[in-house]
């Protein structure tokens, strides 16, 4: 059985670290889509800084996700719940997750893909690298995200043991085993559990010279932690339970982006936190004007996880030097454009009004509104919510921004939402099968209104909505006449002319 340790250190491995090898790997993910961009496993590559900090006398990393310029993550189809434990290729036919709710006939399938590089081109990089059971490296670095990507790390996890037997230590960490590390001890098996963060890891930079060609762009943490506990968020387990901020110093946020610059030629910069824009006069900003002031080279910033909407709305200033920074896009979090509702999240500090003035102020800064540079996620997909709701906050949302990120709810284990539909979720058994919780499998269909086809609808909607025209998204509620007619035909009754052809037979001559 594996152990499960808090507080992790370096120092509680046994061995002369002088001597060590140690393989670090970021595994494939088992899903039905997958969006690549910025999926750099930044956790690991601090490990690899943290063990050449401890002088490991050889570091390696796989990085199944890993592709270089102009290329596409590879992808295959899958069975669901199949195992890769001793074969390369899926058994045929291969069969789709099929989504279902009683007393409606409608289906939705997806199938299931194998993201990232094969198994078969791993097992041939480690002939190349001379890993065998002869010559094992001393220990083996796993990270793993998602709760609902596990299969592949227990995969993974397998056929390491079976090609180098018992010799590497074999350590799991990331989010998804500090959130139940109960599931990953059992199901994948390594000997060691991380659970939380590695503390003398958390301020060190990220190491890119294990890549065979260096990626184009570098993530950054510049800060953990949140004064929140949103209903849906795990970062409260996640660090610790701790609901402080903690900052690195700016200066050596500024040194690390020079640096990579210097050795790599990297200028695109994703920064990731748990709540980027707190206490933004003393951290974020101070940044931010550096990076307006370096000269000679023109950085990119991107904050794809979004900005914190009520933040955002106190301080021209701070999206002024979002802007002057070179932010690329602006992602903002629209929930529910229903104030109760929201609260209900236990997102009490959040309103309709803070998204409203933050795009306001977006657009006053020069973002351009209606072509993708400042964008809305919507989340959809939770339990109890109504198809009126969701397509009220679609409308509004479009209406205000013109570009909708939706975003399928999934309920993460150790959040209020995950503990309030335990029964539910055990009774299903996906408290085990985490795989079936993932939100694009609408795990919560049975608990709405909506029909198969209302959610397939629903996100048909949002990429109608979304398509653009001269570079712009159309504006239903907009002044054109255009859109006025459109307004008005769908109030008049305008959809009785069209439904009485829905029944009626036309010849060839288009007589009826």
Known sequence: MARLITGFRIQQLSGRQKKKTALLIAPPVYDTQYWGQWSQPYGLLRIASLLKKHKYTRIELFDFLEITDGERIHKHRINIEESFTEKEAPNRPIQPHRITKPNDPDTLELFRYHFGKTWQEFDNWLLDKNFDSVHPPDEIWISAVMTYWWESVRDLIVRLKKRFGKKPLILLGGIYPTLIPEHAATYCQPDIVVVGEIEEA????????????????????????????????????????????????????????????????????????????????????????????????????????????????????????????????????????????????????????????????????????????????????????????????????????????????????????????LPYIHERGWDRDLHLLNGKLLPFLEMNDGSVRDYVDMQRLMFTLNSHYRDESFQIFGNTNVGKAFRENIRNGFVGFIKQYDSVEIDIEGKR
């Open 202 to 421: 958390n301020d060190i930079w990220t190491d890119l010279s294990l890549y065979k060609t260096p990626p184009d762009y570098a993530i950054i943490t510049p800060s953990r932690g949140c004064p929140n506990n949103c209903a849906y968020c795990a970062q409260k387990t996640i660090n610790a339970g701790r609901n402080k901020v903690h900052f690195r110093d700016v200066n050596d946020i500024y040194t690390e982006m020079i640096d990579k610059w210097e050795r790599f030629g990297i200028r695109d910069f994703s920064f990731y936190a748990d709540f980027l824009l707190w206490d933004y006069e003393n951290n974020f900003i101070p940044l931010l004007e550096k990076i307006t002031n370096t000269k000679d080279i023109y950085f990119r910033i991107y904050a794809p996880e979004g900005l914190d909407v009520r933040l955002l709305s106190q301080s021209q200033r701070l999206v002024d030097a979002l802007k002057a920074a070179h932010l690329q896009k602006v992602y903002l979090p629209c929930e529910s454009i229903d104030d109760d509702y929201v609260k209900t999240l236990n997102r009490k500090h959040v309103k309709l009004e803070h998204f409203v003035k933050a795009v306001q102020m977006c657009e006053k800064a020069g973002f351009k509104m209606r072509n993708m540079a400042v964008n809305a996620f919507l989340l959809y997909g939770l339990p109890g919510e109504t198809v009126d709701q969701v397509v009220k906050s679609i409308l509004f949302v479009s209406e205000i921004v013109g570009s909708i990120i939706p975003m399928l709810f999934t309920p993460v284990p150790s959040t209020e939402i995950y503990q309030k539909y």
